[in-house]
């Protein structure tokens, strides 16, 4: 008697969002600040869709042990938080700076910021040829992958983007992608004047670098953010009465994303976020449905 021996072809992963495990194929230092990586590998063939402010997670090697006790299945994240610390591969937010498919490449901006973070960590010392994990859309799944936050204004209105360099590769990614007719200004504070990186942007959107030097995180937008979101919403503001901002607990990321085409869209430091939308939304008036806040981090 013959046997045929079949062997099970492993189930096609159809998860929204799911694990990329690669390496890194280049480091290209953009700024004193600011590093990008480049991450492939035959995982990558099946990452995105991707667009706007796409979130993706970066998974950090644990000293010693690299990925290897990252778990992998539908159920990684309840195994993930069972796993003892020492085991446990931290994992941080970061933002699709940009994906080709046809190469397979996914680009990440991240923030040097010290040694202090296992992220930033990790950024002082990656080099070509190290391993790289992240979590992202999977282009096997046939839906919404979610991590998207950025909607296009509606038509004629101006658009205001604002925050720092923890935001810049998001806002980089917004301004290559809104369709060409929008309007409106990027406000951008960025530690050093070399951070200042070539944007390609719409005719229409006015982009304003603000250099941090010695100042503290947040200082120069906050000092010119009214003026700017006055000049850019003047006549728009009050057609829908203002709410008091009511989340004003401290311990709370603050986070809200606006539910119509956004007037817009903030992200940074959290103090800094909080005390912009209180400008926006209780001085100026504007809905706050009308407006994305995002605390990407804190002090
Ligand atoms: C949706 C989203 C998208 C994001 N996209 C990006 C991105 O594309 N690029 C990017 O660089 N960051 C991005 N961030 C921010 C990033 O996740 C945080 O900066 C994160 O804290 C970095 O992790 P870490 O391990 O370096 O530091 P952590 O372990 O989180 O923190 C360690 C210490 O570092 C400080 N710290 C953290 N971040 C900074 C910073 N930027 N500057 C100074 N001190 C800091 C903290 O206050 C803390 O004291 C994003 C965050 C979110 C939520």
């Known amino acids: ?58 998974i950090l090697p644990v000293p010693g042990r690299g990925f290897a006790d990252f778990p992998t299945g539908a159920d990684w994240f309840e195994q993930w938080r069972l796993q003892p610390p020492e085991q446990q591969n931290p994992i941080r937010t970061y933002t699709v700076r940009a994906f080709r498919s046809e190469s397979a490449e996914l680009d990440i901006d991240l923030v040097r910021h010290g040694i202090n973070g296992p992220a930033s960590a990790w950024a002082s010392q990656v080099a070509a040829g190290d391993p790289v994990a992240v979590l992202g859309p999977n282009r096997r799944y046939d839906g919404e992958h979610g991590g998207v936050e950025f909607v296009p204004p509606p038509a004629g209105t101006p658009m205001l983007l604002a925050g720092d360099e923890t935001a810049l590769p998001a806002i980089a990614a917004i301004l290559e992608q809104v369709p060409a007719d929008v309007r409106g200004k990027a406000i951008i504070e960025v530690p050093h004047a070399d951070d200042r990186l070539e944007l390609i942007k719409p005719a229409g959107v006015r982009v304003e670098w603000l250099i941090r030097g010695d100042a503290p995180v947040g200082r120069p937008m906050i000092d010119c953010f009214a003026g700017h979101a006055a000049e850019l919403f003047g006549s728009q503001t009050g057609t829908a009465p203002a709410l008091p901002v009511e989340d004003d607990d401290p311990e709370l990321e603050p986070w809200d994303v606006a539910e119509q085409g956004n007037y817009a869209w903030i992200a940074g430091e959290a103090a800094m976020i909080r005390t912009l939308r209180r400008l926006l939304v209780n001085d100026l008036g504007v809905p706050r449905t009308s407006v994305a806040f995002m605390g990407y981090w804190r002090l």
């Open 1 to 58: 008697m013959t046997v045929i021996e079949t062997a099970t072809a492993a189930p096609v992963d159809t998860r929204p969002y799911t694990s990329f495990i690669g390496t890194v194929a280049r480091v290209v230092e953009l700024s004193s600040s600011m590093i990008r990586i480049t991450c492939t590998g035959p995982d990558f063939e099946n990452f995105g869709p991707s667009r706007y402010d796409q979130r993706i997670k970066l």
